[in-house]
């Protein structure tokens, strides 16, 4: 019997019958795998409680397949990101990041770069050095650069005028063209959103760079605000549906 390893984070479980799990990860070498893991929760001995959501697991599983799926045969925890699952507002973060790398990315597709931003966005995550506001907007500007969505900011997406250059204080962003457009351009735009200038440079200095130059970025709450709107609006657009968790997400941080 061929099998295979590999390491991933699991980003969706779903029950499977009585006993059975069906588990998602996003690997570090084979893009987005599912496989089966059979009797999961009837004999905790086998995988000890490990198959938590978003923790990063070493896999070792059999070609053999069942429905189609490979098998799980063995599990184990390099990190469990713990920290995450006990704070509301934090697995509602991890879950709406699963969730776009679940919806965007084909099964065996690996997409260099997606599984060390999910991997730092986790760990600064679990830490809870970083808000996780900001680390949001990370996650969302750099998943859509992988996506090879990026938004253009630097000039009107028609005239190409400078962004600098525009004389209003709030620029239009057209979510089908993913650019700025100046208000000399802007007819016929049917999908817009409004950003000042000070959240588009923001935006700009999180898409290039390291990641780490998140933890330097001093924000203001109406930027944090303004960058939200603005990211969970223009993603959902261009992977083409809301994802569930998002719902959840807007609900959470308004309680909070
Ligand atoms: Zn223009």
Not at 70 to 86: D, H, M, N, S, T
Not at 94 to 100: D, G, K, L, V
Not at 151 to 172: A, N, V, W, Y
Request: net charge positive; charged share 20%.
């Amino acid at each position: 019997m061929s099998g295979f390893s590999t390491s991933g984070i699991l980003i969706r479980r779903v029950d499977y019958g009585d006993y059975d799990y069906i588990l998602t990860f996003l690997t570090h070498d084979r893009g987005k795998i599912t496989v089966i893991a059979k009797n999961a929760k009837k004999s905790m001995k086998r995988f000890l409680g490990i198959l938590e959501l978003f923790s990063f697991l070493e896999l070792t599983c059999s070609k053999k397949t069942s429905g189609g799926l490979a098998v799980l045969q063995e599990a184990y925890q390099e990190f469990p990101f713990e920290g995450i699952r006990k704070n509301m507002i934090k697995t509602a973060y991890a879950s709406y990041w699963s969730e776009m790398v679940y919806i965007w990315l084909e099964e065996h597709v690996h997409q260099k770069g997606l599984f060390s931003l999910l991997m730092y966005a986790l760990g600064a995550l679990d830490a809870g050095e970083i808000s996780p506001h900001p680390l949001s907007l990370l996650f969302q500007i750099r998943f859509m650069h992988i996506a090879g969505f990026a938004p253009h900011f630097e000039s009107c997406s028609i005239c190409q005028l400078d962004m600098g250059t525009f004389s209003q204080s709030k620029i239009r962003f057209d979510l089908e063209k993913g650019a700025i457009v100046c208000d000399k351009c802007a007819t016929g735009i049917r999908h817009c959103l409004y950003l000042s200038k000070g959240t588009i440079k923001q935006l700009i200095w999180l898409q290039s760079g390291n990641f780490q130059m998140t933890e330097r970025i001093r924000w203001s709450v109406a930027a944090i605000s303004e960058g939200l709107n603005f990211l969970e609006a223009f993603v959902p657009f261009h992977i083409g549906r809301s994802p569930k968790s998002l719902g959840v997400l807007k609900q959470i941080r308004e309680a909070y």
